[in-house]
């Protein structure tokens, strides 16, 4: 018997378990669609195992909610959903990438790929007629392969900046990487997630891993102190870093070309990098633009 749920009457043959979450009642598994051979995702949450709960349900469906909507080469695409006898499973995309959590460190220029990356991929979840919060960006929620792509996962907090997708107002996240307005239940606004995209590259230029990066937070005014542990980094670059995860939203450093600017690469590649992100911007912009004037 196999040690692994049997998917086939889906069209689905699960491969193996890459990760589980007992306290939602997720596990998350590699499999391939039987008819194409293609390589998949599937979370499954079980209603009555592990101790689940509501809110598991809740984040499962709130993420096919999400996903359906969103097309974009660095978020691994929704593909299906089922559901078996006691629980709810989605397929997505597979990419052949790790954790950032899972590397031991990075040298400036890849932390410069890896920040205009998901400073893109920011851009274009902000810019839908309700912007999408992640609300769970973390180095264990970015996905980076061989060739430094990246990619964002897991939705499943990830909520709109008017209303809800599932009616949830819920207070949830991961500690160390929640800005105090999440931390305590207040309005989101798009500041909210390049807090949580600060504190991710603190975790990268320091060395911290996720667990311990509560330790560097001056609970007296919710300021991380880290420049301590930075070496190799321009004053510049830190100091954009400090304003990117200012406790104060309306403080916080919040346009996306000018946090790009201040990551350190070699010349030539920053231009060429700022060029194609500004280009990207001025078109998410104008399509902004235009879909408030077809409202």
């Known amino acids: 018997m196999s040690e692994f749920p049997d998917f086939y009457n889906y069209g689905y043959q699960v491969k193996k378990q890459l990760g589980h979450n007992y306290h939602s009642g997720r596990v998350t598994?590699?499999?391939?669609?039987?008819?194409?051979?293609?390589?998949?995702v599937i979370k499954?949450?079980?209603?009555?195992?592990?101790?689940?709960s509501w809110h598991g349900y809740q984040s499962i469906e709130s993420e096919i909610k999400v996903l359906k909507q969103l097309h974009h080469p660095r978020i691994p695409r929704y593909l299906d959903?089922?559901?078996?006898?006691?629980?709810v499973c989605l397929v997505q995309e597979y990419k052949n990438a790790q954790p950032l959590s899972a590397y031991p460190s990075f040298t400036p220029e890849q932390i410069q790929q890896i920040a205009v990356q998901m400073l893109e991929i920011l851009d274009y979840i902000q810019h839908f007629y309700n912007p999408i919060i992640h609300r769970d960006i973390?180095?264990?929620?970015?996905?980076?392969d061989y060739k430094m792509r990246v990619y964002l996962i897991d939705f499943g907090l990830a909520k709109l900046a008017y209303g809800s997708i599932n009616g949830s107002?819920?207070?949830?996240?991961?500690?160390?990487?929640?800005p105090p307005e999440q931390l305590y239940n207040h309005t989101l606004n798009k500041a909210s997630d390049i807090y949580s995209l600060g504190v991710t590259l603190?975790?990268?230029?320091?060395g911290i891993k996720t667990a311990e990066i509560s330790n560097l937070i001056d609970l007296s005014n919710h300021r991380i102190?880290?420049?301590?542990?930075?070496?190799?980094?321009?004053?510049?670059?830190?100091?954009?870093?400090d304003k990117m995860v200012e406790p104060d939203p309306k403080k916080r450093l919040t346009n996306l070309e000018r946090i790009f600017k201040s990551v350190p690469s070699p010349e030539p590649i920053q231009r060429k990098l700022l060029a194609e992100f500004s280009n990207k911007l001025k078109v998410n912009n104008l399509n902004k633009r235009l879909k408030y004037a077809i409202v």
């Open 29 to 40: 598994y590699q499999a391939i669609h039987l008819k194409t051979k293609q390589k998949v």
């Open 44 to 52: 499954l949450f079980q209603f009555a195992q592990y101790n689940s």
């Open 81 to 87: 959903s089922f559901a078996p006898e006691g629980g």
């Open 138 to 144: 973390k180095p264990e929620n970015v996905l980076l």
């Open 169 to 178: 107002t819920t207070m949830a996240g991961t500690a160390g990487f929640m």
């Open 202 to 206: 603190v975790c990268l230029v320091t």
């Open 225 to 241: 102190k880290f420049k301590h542990l930075a070496s190799g980094y321009s004053k510049e670059f830190l100091n954009y870093l």
